[in-house]
């Protein structure tokens, strides 16, 4: 979507007369962008069939009225990206006015430029008001996601009591409704956030509310142990692939994979690989990246990767690493993998550190370590890490409810400093928090949940790239 951008542009930019080069570059843009708006049509599904089961079908009514509010959300996006479409037309016109008045500067009386500058007010309006229509649906999608979480947990519960098959209809509905409102929301971001990938920001400034997808594919509430979210580097055809891997001990025995959302949600995995005898492993902060399992292995204590597009394994032992330092949260949490925009990195924490954490660099292919790095945070003390543009984000619990991003580490220049990111968890503890920056956000699972937050920075790239709003205010 390259309409956005010059919009942002003209707020960015100061609209004074003096800046008439800067028009030049967003003439060319938006001649290249003009009619590059595609049109929005998401369908809202309606639930059709009822069922004689009460409770199911208080459930299904409560279905039919978020579907109803999404489809009004949807028909907002599609008003989005219209006025998009004739903001940008307006100043394609604009800009062709100003080229005019270039070559006659003789013509430039002061009425011609007052015309001018009302014209150019009136899209500043248009692009106020754009802003504000956005922070209402940023809003709208938080309570929708809000009940439909309370609709899960009521399925969850119904799947106890009753006839499982029954129950299946509706959640197949929920995941419908759940899909629905992700593919809304990403189609929303896409058009006021182009920023994924981008590291022009000085770091995290809010986490979303957590946004629970499902139970996890067992079904098992014992399934305390895993992680799930989607290859932070996918090989070609795998973009939308998920991954769950779970269990009731802290050992990793299998992982499955998902063709996409709908597939995980419906727990209909495409493959399933149980890991060999000799590579087990140990811990669940694993992560996925390049089709390629990045994990800690039982014995010898160390780094594992199992390579899927190969199907070979490879191991490191990691000198200094000590055994001793897991995390708050639960045991024989020792190697975190972490992906980001710079690549994958590995942290633990060494009897020379006294249980301070060590961040290192991998090289994927070689499985060698890169570089090292000594943060002065104590591991026992947090629940997890994460890494974002190549800064070490801590985490830790400050209330019954609440977590806390507390501590950076910038390994690009070695700084360390303590902040402060309130969120909200969704069950007591979790075993497996990481960022993904194909979509920039976090993914958590959380006694046998499924959650992920939505991310925000805080931008420092010049106007011309950089929407002046961020969407901050959600
Ligand atoms: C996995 O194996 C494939 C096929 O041999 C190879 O091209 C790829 O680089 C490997 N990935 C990693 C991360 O080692
Ligand atoms: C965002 O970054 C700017 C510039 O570095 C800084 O002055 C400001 O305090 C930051 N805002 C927040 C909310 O961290």
Known sequence: MIVPLYVFALLGSTLAWGGLNQWHELSANAEAGSGGADSCTCDAFLPSSTFPVKDLAVVEQAAEQISHKLEMEMGK???YEMKMTQYAEKIIELTREIELLEKKPDANSDATLENMELKIKQVEALVEDLKISFKTS??????????????????????????????????????KIQMELEECERRHQEIFNPNIGSCD????????????SQLNAQLGTSYIYGGWGKDSKPIPDRESMYWFSGDSSIYIDDIRFYSNYKNLVLRNPFLHHTILNGWNGLGSNYIVRGN?????????????????????????????ASSTFSYANYENQIFDFAADENGLWVTYATDQSN??????????????????????????????????????????????????IFF????????????????ERFQDKYSNLDYNPTDQKLYMYTNGYYVNYHLWFNHTATATVQPPFAPTQI
């Open 138 to 175: 940023g809003t709208v999608f938080q309570s929708l996601h809000q009940e439909i979480t309370v609709m899960v947990k009521s399925l969850d519960q119904l799947e106890k009591t009753h006839d499982k098959n029954l129950v299946l209809q509706t959640r197949r509905e929920y995941i």
């Open 201 to 212: 920001h000085t770091g995290i400034i809010k986490v979303s509310k957590p946004l629970v």
């Open 77 to 79: 996006i599609e008003d």
């Open 355 to 404: 249980g301070k954490m060590v961040i290192a660099k991998i090289n994927e292919e070689s499985f060698g370590i890169e570089e090292v790095w000594e943060t002065s945070v104590y591991k026992p003390a947090i629940n997890n890490i994460f890494m974002v543009c190549g800064v070490l984000y801590g985490v830790r619990t400050v209330d019954i409810q609440n977590e806390e």
């Open 292 to 320: 390629t399992l990045y994990y800690q292995k039982y014995s010898p204590f160390g780094l594992a990767k199992y390579n899927f597009t190969s199907m070979t394994y490879d191991s490191r032992v990691i000198p200094g």
């Open 408 to 423: 950076m580490f910038d390994t690009k220049t070695k700084e360390e400093k303590h902040i402060s990111i309130i969120f």
